[in-house]
């Protein structure tokens, strides 16, 4: 069996505007990287051209109205939803192959085709809403793939982990009242970033309080911080949950260098989390992973993170980049008080 790299043409030609960060270079550097690391000539990653889904898949988490005002303005050529999100020509059939590659990812690991998954895909998708684009994304690749683990595949326990540097607004509203998807999400503190949420009281509602998970972590939190939250918090959560299956946004701009956050994660670190999050798979879910393309606007950051992910899924050696990087003595601080102000609010649930 193999890793599948997900991966079409299409994701290159949607395009916000001329010089947007959320750019087609992104991807186009992380194939640099991957290609020139020879990992599709290694024989245990496979590149996996995507298919549509039906729609109805989309349907389950986006407003149908909503849907066909995008096909419509990418049929007219484009359209603005907010000042820093619109479409093209081609934003309509990227959106929704990247979903269908979602989708067809985890039924291949589910099948026991393939290990593991990297949905290297544009648009993103964490911040789409039922009714609205919002911070790039248009749909929610990772909540369509999620939520067809749940109701199509019949699995009772979904882990999503987001480590992009902005909250996953649309994934937390896509499941805050259920408990068949754990929502755990690292991210920039909300007081200092888009989109201004992801607070550790919002744990979720009804059934699905204690299903979601807010780290809201200090600017400046580097590798430090976060292994302290695997260690305290990501890690007990996995094994009081054991997921079926976990599902990971994977927003590189959490990395120091990345030019709209301002988070401190290296390449090592990110490489850790990775390696830490397989294992939580492993331990639980049958290694049933898959990874998607979030945030991440430092092109060799995108490029270098993404090869290191493919190592890390196929079991090969992880490339070290000759980086370092080290946060301040306020942001561990933070951390630790963030802990345990965490495991206060879901004593008892799960922890």
């Known amino acids: 069996m193999t890793t599948d790299l997900v991966y079409h043409e299409v994701f290159t030609k949607h395009e916000i505007s001329p010089g947007h960060p959320e750019s087609p270079e992104r991807l186009r550097t992380a194939m640099k990287y991957i290609d020139g690391a020879g990992l599709l000539k290694a024989g245990d990653i496979r590149l996996v051209t995507p298919e549509p889904p039906d729609l109805s898949e989309i349907y389950a988490l986006h407003d149908r109205r909503y849907i066909t005002d995008i096909r419509e303005k990418s049929r007219r050529g ?15 059939e990227a959106m929704v192959l990247a979903a269908g590659g979602g989708i067809g990812a985890v039924d291949r690991i589910m099948d026991g085709k393939s290990n593991n998954a990297y949905i290297l895909c544009r648009p993103p998708g964490h911040h789409a809403e039922y009714d609205s684009a919002l911070g790039f994304c248009f749909v929610n690749n990772i909540a369509v793939a999620a939520n067809h683990l749940v109701t199509k595949r019949k699995l009772d326990r979904v882990m999503i982990i987001d480590y992009d540097a902005h909250h996953g607004n649309g994934t937390q509203r896509a499941f805050y009242s259920t ?20 607070f550790p009281d919002e744990i979720g509602t009804g059934e699905g309080k204690g299903y979601t998970v ?26 009081a949950y054991k997921p079926q299956f976990v599902l990971v946004s994977a927003g590189f ?3 120091f260098q990345d030019t709209l956050t301002s988070m401190g994660l290296t390449n090592s670190g990110i490489s850790m989390m990775n390696r830490r999050i ?11 992973l898959a990874f998607f393309l979030e945030g991440g606007y430092n092109l060799d950051v995108v490029g270098s993170a993404s ?20 946060e301040s003595d306020i942001c561990t601080r ?18």
Not at 179 to 198: A, C, E, W
Not at 338 to 343: G, N, Q, R, S, T
């Open 179 to 198: 408990n068949k998807v754990l929502y755990v999400t690292m991210h920039q503190d909300g007081r200092t970033i888009f989109p201004g949420s992801g």
């Open 253 to 255: 701009d959490c990395h």
């Open 214 to 239: 807010n780290l809201s972590m200090y600017p400046g939190a580097g590798d430090k911080s976060y292994d302290v939250v695997f260690n305290r918090i990501v890690e007990p959560l996995a094994k």
């Open 78 to 92: 484009g359209g603005f939803f907010t000042l820093d999100t619109a479409v093209n020509a081609f934003t309509y």
């Open 334 to 351: 933070y951390t630790g008080d963030l802990v345990k102000v965490i495991e206060k609010n879901l004593e008892g649930i799960l922890l």
């Open 307 to 326: 090869q290191n992910l493919l190592e890390e899924l196929c079991g090969r050696e992880i490339t070290k980049h000759g980086e370092s990087h080290s």
């Open 278 to 288: 397989k294992a939580i798979a492993q331990q639980n879910a049958q290694g049933r």
